[in-house]
């Protein structure tokens, strides 16, 4: 048994620094999945509007989404601050500059709903600062 030890010992060595490497970056990744399961999705609202402008889901279904503002303070339309609002929904969420927030919403009739902008970018006559959440 020692001999062939010996005779392998490299390949043992490297063996040992490659699975060493790969169980870290594994657990890393499983971790991630973990933890983004719960956000069904992402919506990054800027100052080129928001992406992705259309948010589908179904009836009575809850919606976690989480909102990303990318942008910062400098901004001198609206200070870097954006929302996301829906009067036929009655939400209206505000992000600071340079923040995320995750929220759950629920719509229990079908149909498209506006979301909008109205702080900044020339707000919500703006086509960009405009959204649809659809229902179905």
């Known amino acids: 048994m020692l001999n062939i030890l010996k005779k392998y010992k490299l390949e043992l ?3 040992t620094v490659v699975v060493g490497a790969i169980i870290p970056i594994t657990l890393n990744f499983v971790a991630a ?3 983004d399961s719960t956000i069904g999705k992402s919506v990054e609202i800027s100052m080129s ?3 992705p402008s259309t948010i589908n889901a179904n009836v009575g279904e ?3 989404i989480k909102l990303i ?3 910062n303070s400098a901004h001198l339309d609206g200070g870097g601050w ?3 609002a829906s009067d036929e929904l009655d939400f209206d969420y505000r992000l600071s500059p340079k923040s995320t927030e995750v929220i759950t919403l629920k719509v229990n009739k079908p149909g498209e709903y506006e979301f909008y902008c109205d702080i900044c970018c020339g707000g919500r006559e703006n086509p960009s600062m405009q959204g649809k959440l659809i229902i179905s």
């Open 33 to 35: 999945g973990e933890q």
């Open 82 to 84: 954006h929302q996301f």
């Open 49 to 51: 509007g928001y992406n």
């Open 62 to 64: 809850e919606i976690t």
């Open 69 to 71: 503002n990318p942008d």
């Open 13 to 15: 060595i490297l063996l």
